[in-house]
């Protein structure tokens, strides 16, 4: 049953931002909100990117190669929309060279496009401090609860329902024991047993 108000919010999506990254075709401008850069390792696994969960980690066990993500909060200067901003460790270089030389990348405006129109193609990131006399930046993001809701995963400090260790990817799999997954599940049982 839906709860209904007579009052807008200020934004529906609580900790949610939407999550961007270099157009194939275009490009985006704008605003670093965080102090920092943070990343972790991820996998393509599922049909989208999910993080890597370490040695338990589904996907690492069964041997889908990882890459190293990074994310920031940015305001974009034409909507004014806030997101969080998704790169590669390559495109991560200009984010760090800003870093090094101004103790922080809130603040920074930045231009990311994709150097050819192709969507794995690689992407250029340019920075140069934001001129904020006539700018005001919204509060930074907390991006590892961002991503916890984006990724739908357990963060200690964040409720999110379910997990992705709940959910099964859907695969064929007429032997159940070829999954290391149910594999090591059922050697489990066996051994309490």
Not at 8 to 33: M, W
Not at 148 to 177: C, S, Y
Request: proline content about 7%; aromatic content about 6%; glycine content about 6%.
């Amino acid at each position: 049953m839906p709860i209904w108000s007579n009052q807008v919010p200020k934004d529906s999506r609580g900790l949610a931002l939407p999550l961007k990254r270099a157009p194939t075709n275009g490009k985006i401008v704008a605003i670093v909100t965080n102090e920092e850069l943070i990343g972790c390792n991820t996998h393509f696994w599922g049909g989208h990117t999910t993080p890597c969960e370490g040695k338990d980690c589904e996907a690492h066990l069964r041997g889908i190669p990882f890459r190293w993500h990074g994310y920031l909060g940015a305001v974009d200067v034409q909507t004014h929309l806030h997101f969080i901003f998704e790169m590669t460790v390559q495109a991560a270089d200009s984010f760090k060279a800003f870093h090094r030389a101004n103790r922080t990348l809130r603040g920074c405006i930045f231009e990311a496009k994709r150097l050819k129109a192709i969507v794995n193609s690689r992407v250029c990131i340019k920075c140069k401090p934001a001129d904020l006399r006539e700018r005001s930046l919204p509060k930074a993001p907390d991006i590892r609860k961002c991503m916890a809701i984006i990724w739908n995963v357990p963060d200690q400090d964040v409720e999110v329902e379910g997990t992705l260790k709940d959910v099964r990817h859907l695969q064929f799999n007429p032997n159940p024991m070829d999954d290391p997954i149910l594999a090591a599940e059922a050697a489990r049982r066996e051994a309490s047993a």
